[in-house]
């Protein structure tokens, strides 16, 4: 139990168009699920909080209006990329917090490449 | 502040040797949670242990063993007989109690296992 699912889990697009990874936990409700981005041979840095039904919290430095988040089901968080640009090129893993259990489970992350 | 500090960047060892990731962590709470996961070249985390800041007991499982030391605030993580799988990026990471449950990474130990 508490899967996590990452789609896509790797995508290529052109400088300027936008990319939204999907972020599902499979067989457990999520209230709240985080982003984070590592770039190459780098740590994880958390980029967001996304919480069901209220605006995500974002972390200094991580503007909100270039990457889009949607936490509108229990199940379902969306980060959109938009006006995407070389160096948002990076691996995007969220994971989600099993409430019940105070735990969190990562999902298989997404890499992203920006021509 | 909240801080993780993974000093080895890279280590390297032959298989069958023991070695020693460490960890160490920086918070003014008196509940928190370290964590270890392992990152293979796949990208995909996978959970290792969590230890709540009240529980200094050391932990075994097969050969992975973790010294939980709160006097040196430290956590560090032996593998035993290593093996050529174990060949990863190590991270240590804490969540304190107003962290929101997002997790604070070190900058990840890379360990290269060589037959």
Known sequence: GAVVSQHPSWVICKSGTSVKIECRSLDFQATTMFWYRQFPKQSLMLMATSNEGSKATYEQGVEKDKFLINHASLTLSTLTVTSAHPEDSSFYICSARLDSHNEQFFGPGTRLTVL | AQKVTQAQTEISVVEKEDVTLDCVYETRDTTYYLFWYKQPPSGELVFLIRRNSFD????????????????????????????????????????????????????????????
Do not use: H, M
């Open chain 2, 56 to 115: 200094e007991q050391n932990e075994i499982s097969g050969r992975y063993s973790w010294n939980f030391q709160k006097s040196t605030s430290s956590f560090n993580f032996t593998i035993t007989a290593s093996q050529v799988v174990d060949s990863a990026v190590y991270f240590c990471a804490l969540k304190w109690s107003n962290s929101g449950y997002a997790l604070n990474f070190g900058k990840g130990t890379s360990l290269l296992v060589t037959p």
